[in-house]
């Protein structure tokens, strides 16, 4: 028999045995012979102990193979944002700031081609990580400084694999692999309680490729297919946050600025040239859902009680309830506004600016439809300009019977909370989630399931000095799986945030960083929304 060399180490669903002889790998790594090693790894990190298989050396270096364990360790994303933060060496970038530290003889000598004793080295580091791994990461911006944090590996997966026999004595189990393996097939020995050895080949990534490979080997009585057992671990965590001192605030910006009803956080992030950026509150369609005012003007009114961040210059933010009436005062009196910038319902009246913020389909007029063309003084402030727009009532009888057309009116905005008034921009999300310090319980309304149950999160958050802008990633179980409401504030109170107020979550989280996201939205792609919250990007709504 030819000599071999036998080795305990890793397999994850990232690696794939295809056909026999034919592994896959790492996006990092090629498969010229290394297939084996990363296999070994990755029994590793799926079952937390090793198992045997056979390799007959390595044709990879220490850095390389570094790099291929991170991604198999679901660190795949965090290695591609560090590629374009610290593009000289991203795994030392990442290794140097992760608990526990990878093996020493990685850091010091990268290019050397990796031996048995680096992979026992690396098997014994991996083992630890499925306990607790974790890593944070700052870089500072003109604006802005950039938090990156991730803990814990990649969950286990659909894995299934081939048990071909099971108790075998060692040797015969070793002759047994060694024939297999010499085969092209991806064989291993896995250690029961009592001494013996199982014989396996696998794991494949799915049931339908260990179906193929159960109909392509030799038939042995009692064979059949399983899924492998996976070691429990903590799931896994990535967040990103951008910080910004008090009294720098942020812009928002409108996807109808760029001729869309709704775009994506990249798209407008590149559009106003923005150093960070971030999704903000909810919406439905083109239309935001909830108080929304940008620079002192109102752009849509309140929904319920729920929850806002207020932000003005040199100024505090304000946490606590959005909600705002509107009152529309003309020369001959005044009267309640049931809608901003949307068409109202029957017995409703809305004022529509002229440039419609957030443009939806043409829609014909409706029977009893009154319309009014004014010009809208918004507030007191004498730097806001007066607004064209139209006062559009439905139902009868008309309350605009009596209105010019062309007439001045005055937008006044009575706030629940007196301590919202002069804001330049008031963005109501919801629900509060920490208060004085404290995690918040109330719904707001929201549904359980929204609450209760793991998703991506949005967060703005103050410490006292700064305002974080939090996106937890999340529905990514070799990434992040992301949190519950009560989790997020834990995590928020844990950065030391006193007051936070939960944003749009789920496939509109995003968060931008210079040139691209740092976020990884879940389904794999942006999520078009109509407005983003933008640093360093002029503001000229109405230009």
């Not at 970038?93 to 000598?109: A, K, Q, V």
């Not at 064989?187 to 179906?211: H, Q």
Request: net charge negative; aromatic share 8%.
């Amino acid at each position: 028999m030819k000599k071999a060399t036998f080795c305990f180490v890793f397999l994850f669903a990232t690696l794939c045995f295809l056909q026999p002889g034919h592994a896959g790998s790492s996006p990092f790594l090629s498969s010229n012979g290394n297939g084996a090693l990363l296999a070994m790894i990755s029994d590793t990190a799926r079952e937390g102990v090793p198992l045997v298989r056979r390799a007959e050396g390595f044709n990879t270096t220490r850095g390389e193979i570094l790099m291929s364990v991170f991604d198999l360790l679901g660190w795949g994303h965090e290695l591609r944002v560090l590629q374009r933060i610290c593009p000289g060496d991203p795994v030392a970038c990442l290794s140097s700031g992760i608990r526990p530290s990878p093996p020493e003889p990685f850091f010091r000598s990268p290019r050397e081609r990796i031996t048995l004793e680096d992979v026992r080295l690396l098997q014994e580091w991996v083992s630890k990580c499925r306990a607790s791994l974790i890593w944070d990461f700052s870089v500072a911006g003109q604006a802005l400084q950039l938090k990156l944090h991730k803990e814990g590996i990649a969950m286990g997966s659909e894995a299934w694999e081939v048990r071909l026999e099971e108790r075998l004595e060692e040797s015969d189990g070793l002759r047994k692999m060694e024939g297999l393996s010499e085969a092209g097939w991806p064989a291993a020995l896995r250690k029961t309680p009592d001494g013996f050895f199982d014989l396996i080949v696998g794991p494949y990534p799915s049931f339908l490729e260990a179906s193929r490979a159960f109909a392509a080997l030799p038939r042995i009585a009692g064979m059949h297919m399983a899924p492998p057992p996976f070691l429990p671990a903590p799931p896994p965590l990535f967040w990103a946050a951008l910080v910004s001192e008090n009294g720098f605030l942020p812009e928002v910006r409108l996807a109808s600025e760029i001729g869309k009803s709704r775009a994506t956080l990249s798209e407008l992030a590149q559009a106003f040239e923005a150093e960070g950026g971030i999704n903000g509150g909810f919406f439905s369609g083109p239309v935001p859902i909830g108080t929304l005012v940008i620079n002192g003007i109102p752009f849509h009114q309140s929904y319920g009680d729920r929850s806002a961040v207020g932000l003005a210059p040199d100024r505090a933010p304000v946490f606590g309830n959005g909600a705002f009436e509107l009152e529309m005062e003309t020369e001959k009196g005044s009267f309640r506004l049931d809608r901003l910038n949307e068409f109202p319902l029957d017995g409703e009246i809305s004022l529509v600016f002229e440039r419609s913020p957030f443009p939806g389909p043409e829609r014909a007029k409706s029977e009893g439809e009154k319309e009014i063309p004014v010009c809208v003084k918004v507030g007191t402030s004498v730097s806001i300009p007066p607004i064209p727009g139209r006062l559009i009532a439905s139902g009868e009888p008309s309350r605009l019977s009596d209105l010019e057309p062309g007439s001045r009116v005055s937008l006044r905005t009575l706030w629940r909370d007196p301590s919202f008034q002069e804001n330049s921009l008031v963005i109501q999300a919801g629900p509060a989630i920490v208060r004085n310090s404290q995690v918040n319980g109330e719904s707001e309304a929201f549904k359980d399931s929204t609450r209760l149950e793991r998703h991506p999160r949005s967060m703005v958050g103050w410490d006292g000095d700064s305002l974080w802008w939090i996106v937890v990633d999340g529905r990514d179980p070799s990434h992040s799986m992301g949190l519950t409401l009560e989790e997020a504030a834990g995590l928020a109170i844990s950065l030391g945030l006193k007051e936070v107020l939960n944003l749009d979550g789920g496939g509109s989280s995003s968060l931008w960083w210079k040139d691209s996201l740092v976020s990884s939205p879940s389904g794999g792609s942006e999520r078009p929304i109509p407005y983003a919250i933008l640093f360093k990007a002029a503001s000229d709504v109405f230009k």
